[in-house]
Nanobody, 124 residues
């Protein structure tokens, strides 16, 4: 019911910032909670952040809290991930995901729709 397309990835120096965007199409996207996950080669998928359908509630992985900020603009059908103070260990493919229902979740298997991902590379 929804298609997600990520953008905004790239190469950045440690300490720098990037803003990822997730553009959604389809019906009832504003009623879906959305999350960001990341996966590096040879590693398991890792939860980054999530936001409720209203945008009023957010959830972050401990290592990201204070550096990353998730937000959404339902009028634009877009979810954002602002990443500051980037570290080399943040290097990964970042995926946008949406789940049926408005509550946040940090569990990847609760999400129903996934984007193709965007590469973020942080150099030391």
């Amino acid at each position: 019911q929804v298609q997600l397309v990520e953008s905004g990835g790239g190469l950045v120096q440690a300490g720098g910032s990037l803003r990822l965007s997730c553009a959604a199409s389809g019906s009832n996207f504003s009623r879906f909670a959305t999350g960001w996950f990341r996966q590096a080669p040879g590693k398991e998928r890792e939860f980054v952040a999530a936001i409720s359908w209203t945008g009023g509630s957010t959830r972050y992985a401990g290592s990201m809290k204070g550096r990353f900020t998730i937000s959404r603009d339902n009028a634009k059908n877009t979810v954002y991930l602002q990443m500051n103070s980037l570290k080399p260990e943040d290097t990964a493919v970042y995926f946008c995901a949406a789940k049926i229902g408005g509550a946040t979740s940090g569990n990847w298997d609760t999400y129903d729709y996934w984007g193709q991902g965007t590469q973020v590379t942080v150099s030391s």
